[in-house]
Each structure stands twice: as structure tokens, then as C-alpha cells.
């Protein structure tokens, strides 16, 4: 079985030649599908990433979540771990790690309490990834810190997002990995 290196390698060769009109087409019908999920519907608070080189774009999930009036965080990294920090625009980002947008820390953190536990209708995580199954197994970026970051959180709703070339038949997943309850590519 392909390891979940070689596996990242070929997945993101494969996202990097996508051309701008095959990006640009995804984006749209995830934006449309996000938009439009009872989840979605239902959360006040989303949990987004800024999308990063080859990554599909989230602008539109951003931006839309803003105009409506959800609480908008974005993942910061903080030595070996990742915190969500909240947003008011995508201008507020600045450049973290590995030149990745993201808060500068200062604003509002989103602390997932028992409240959040106990009615996780009210928050939705949307996620990146390198490669995904139809398992909904999920390889990252190698450092692990969404699986880190869910670890404690098993009700967090979470859907992943990616293109149709990131589906892969079989992932090889390991204890520590975390699924994402939903895995939408397009």
C-alpha cells in the first residue's frame, strides 16, 4: 500500500495541474454546496481556513459567512498546535506559518466549551486536506494539527473540502487520525 507521504506527493501534483477554469468551476459548487448544508444553515459560529497556494478556494465561504452574520475564526498556528482566532474581513490576515494567512492572534479565540458539546449544531468546522477516501479517512500536511485540534472535540461538526482529484481509494489511516464527519469534493 502507497504510503500517506507518497500519497500527499501525488495528490497535490495532481491539484497543483488543475487549471485556473477547473479551480475556478470547484470553488463555485463547493461554495454553493457549504452555503446551502443544514449545517451551514444551522451554526453560528464556522470555523474556516484561508485557502493556500493550490488549495480550493475558501473567499467565498469567508466572505459569505461575514455578510450574513456568522462568527467567522480562522486557524492560527502556535508552536506544535493550532487555535481559531475570530475575523471581521480577510484583510485582518496576515502572514504565519509557512506564509499562510492567518489572524495575528489578537482577537476573539474560540474556546469550545460543553455548551458547544451539548449543541453542536451551533458550530461547523470547515477543513482542508491533501488527499481524501470515501471512508472519509484524511491526509493533512504532516504535522497533524487538526487531528490535534479534534482529538477532544468528537461532536464538532466538520466537513472537508478539496477537489475531485484529491480522492483517493484507500487511505491508510492511523489511531490518532480524526475523520471529518463530511468529506465534499468537486
Given at each position: 500500500m502507497e504510503?500517506?507521504?507518497?500519497?500527499?506527493?501525488?495528490?497535490?501534483?495532481?491539484?497543483?495541474a488543475l487549471t485556473p477554469a477547473e479551480r475556478f468551476r470547484s470553488a463555485v459548487l463547493i461554495s454553493d454546496n457549504i452555503l446551502n448544508h443544514q449545517w451551514f444553515l444551522n451554526?453560528?459560529?464556522?470555523?474556516?481556513?484561508a485557502s493556500y497556494g493550490s488549495e480550493i478556494s475558501t473567499d467565498t465561504l469567508i466572505e459569505e459567512s461575514l455578510k450574513i452574520g456568522k462568527k467567522v475564526f480562522l486557524p492560527?498556528?502556535?508552536?506544535?498546535?493550532?487555535?481559531?482566532?475570530r475575523i471581521?474581513?480577510?484583510?485582518?490576515?496576515v502572514a504565519g506559518y509557512?506564509?499562510?494567512?492567518?489572524?495575528?492572534?489578537?482577537?476573539?479565540?474560540?474556546?469550545?466549551?460543553?455548551?458547544?458539546e451539548?449543541?453542536?449544531?451551533?458550530?461547523?468546522?470547515?477543513?482542508?486536506?491533501?488527499?481524501?477516501?470515501?471512508?472519509?479517512?484524511r491526509i493533512g500536511y504532516g504535522k497533524g494539527f487538526y487531528d490535534k485540534y479534534l482529538a477532544d472535540k468528537p461532536n464538532l461538526h466538520t466537513i472537508a473540502i478539496g477537489f475531485d482529484c484529491q480522492m483517493v481509494d484507500c487511505i491508510d489511516?492511523?489511531?490518532?487520525?480524526?475523520?471529518?464527519?463530511?468529506?465534499i469534493c468537486l
Open positions: 504510503s500517506k507521504k507518497e500519497i500527499r506527493k501525488r495528490v497535490l501534483a495532481k491539484r497543483e451554526a453560528k459560529y464556522i470555523l474556516l481556513f492560527k498556528v502556535e508552536g506544535d498546535v493550532m487555535e481559531f482566532y471581521a474581513s480577510k484583510e485582518e490576515l509557512k506564509g499562510i494567512l492567518e489572524p495575528d492572534g489578537t482577537s476573539e479565540k474560540f474556546v469550545y466549551t460543553e455548551t458547544f451539548q449543541n453542536p449544531d451551533t458550530v461547523l468546522m470547515i477543513m482542508p486536506g491533501a488527499a481524501f477516501d470515501p471512508k472519509r479517512n489511516a492511523e489511531e490518532n487520525d480524526i475523520k471529518p464527519m463530511q468529506v
